[in-house]
């Protein structure tokens, strides 16, 4: 049975060990994918195009945390659910071992191989179900008799630490306890892949910690690739050997995590960084962010972050940059980096 620390020190793993993953092919990619959404403003106004995400490429490794990180409303929940299926991606493909994922729901090869845990878990679980029952829900398609899906569910819940409460209903538990039940549902059908939106972000310190350290604990047990989407860099930097750092829709950086935590390349990410609690995040660097991101209605030309950005040039306001390769695994979309 995992148990689950009550603090986040844990040993790190070699530099050459977190490295080698990444030469292998991917178990997840995304391939210039964008998602566009039909928005009309008032009853009489034309129908217009917000794009939430703009060709955007990553690639998720087998047993790898792949953090994503940005404002609200930067595009990454929308993100994370073309890569589960949940969306269908206007442009590009997503490809699971090498194969297109087909969409969610659909009765595939992909079914159960990836799973989402969302930001609140009370809303994901039917209240009218037992947690036994709804961790044992996606077990359903395998045609196990329900005592076997039961006895999964209660073997799951004892793994993340809930042994013997499966009787229960959503509403006698807090909110960390929920975190835990989603967790153990995305983990049922044992899954190559689970994205994790925000699954922390409601919660207070000491239980995000908890579910932190349970995350790591059962991908030491089963070996699940995380995709985890978060704004707060400190908890990403915490599980993610690997972050992708996103703006209005496109990435902008992206670097293994001691890297990226050394010296941050892109004006935006030293920004995030800077906004990080006192001696967490390399606060040096720059300023904490200053303006309300733009609307994807209407990005601004040439860099996006321009606006906000301390250091833009007139080359920023012109053109948009494209990537540059500043080391193995580390790339960035700045003109002045």
Known sequence: MLTVSDSVNAPERPASERAEGRHAAPLLELRDVSRRFAVKRGLFSEQRSLTAVDAVSLRLFSGESLGLVGESGCGKSTLGRLACGLLAPSEGQVLLDGKSLPPAGANSWAAGQIQMVFQDPFSSLNPRLSVRASIA?????????????????????????????????????SGGQRQRIAVARALITRPKVVVCDEPVSALDASVQAQILNLLRDVQEHFGPAYLFISHDLAVVGFLCRHIVVMYLGQVVEEAPSEQLFAGAAHPYTQALMAAMPSGEGGGHLAAPLEGELPSPLDPPHGCRFHPRCPKAQDVCRREAPAWKELAPNWRVRCWMA
């Open 137 to 173: 829900e996606p077990l359903a398609a395998r045609n196990l008799p329900r005592s076997e899906r039961h006895k999964l569910a209660e073997e799951m819940l004892a793994t993340v630490g809930l042994e013997g409460m499966g009787g229960r209903y959503p509403h006698e538990f």
